[in-house]
C-alpha cells in the first residue's frame, strides 16, 4: 500500500483549509486499507487528533462494538476515516468549505482502498460524500448508491450515546439492523 503512506505524507502536510492551524496531526484512518467496507465518519475529535486515528474515543468505542454485535470486525472487515481529517475547534461541526477543501483527500483514499460497500457515519458525513441534507432518521438504512458502490447511511454514534435505549425500534436497534444488513450486503459480494 506504498500509494497510501504517499497520501499520508501528503495530506500530512496539508494546508488547504485553517483547521490545520488547530490540529495536533492530520488523522487519517484505521483498519484494513484491504477491507472491502470503509466508514466514513464526521471529523476528529480530541482524542483522535491527540492519537492520530479516527474513531477512538467514546464514539469509537461504541462504534467498534456496534460492529462485533453484527459479527464484522473493526480492524480486519473495515477500513475507517472522515470526512474531514483535522480537527475542528471545540467539536463544532465542520464547515461546508471545510468539507470540501478535504475533499479530494477522501477521493484519494476511495480510488486507493476502493471499497465495495461505504457506511456514512452520520449526516455530516451523508453531506460530505454525497451531497444530501435530509434528516439522518429519514434517511438512515437506506441503501444509496456512490460511484458504484453501494452506500448505507447510519445514525452516529455520539448520538446513540446521548440516546442509549436498546428498546426495539430505537435509534441503537435501528443502527444494529444496519450494520446486520452492511454484513448481509458485504457476504453476497464476491
Ligand atoms: N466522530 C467522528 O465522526 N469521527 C471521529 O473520528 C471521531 C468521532
Known sequence: ???LDALAQ???ACRRCP???GRQQVVLSRGNPKARLMLIGEAPGV???ALGQPFVGRS??????LLAEAGLDSSRDAYICNGVKCRPPGNRKPTALELAACRPWLQQQIALVQPQ???LVG???LQAVLGLKGPISQLRGQWQCFEG???LPIFHPAYLLRNGSSQPGRPRDLTRADLVAVRDHLLTLK
Open 1 to 3: 500500500m506504498a500509494d
Open 117 to 119: 460497500v461505504l457506511v
Open 149 to 151: 458502490r453501494a452506500c
Open 123 to 125: 449526516a455530516t458525513a
Open 60 to 65: 469509537g468505542q461504541l462504534l467498534d462494538q
Open 47 to 49: 482524542q483522535e487528533d
Open 19 to 21: 483547521l490545520a492551524l
Open 10 to 12: 501528503q495530506c500530512g
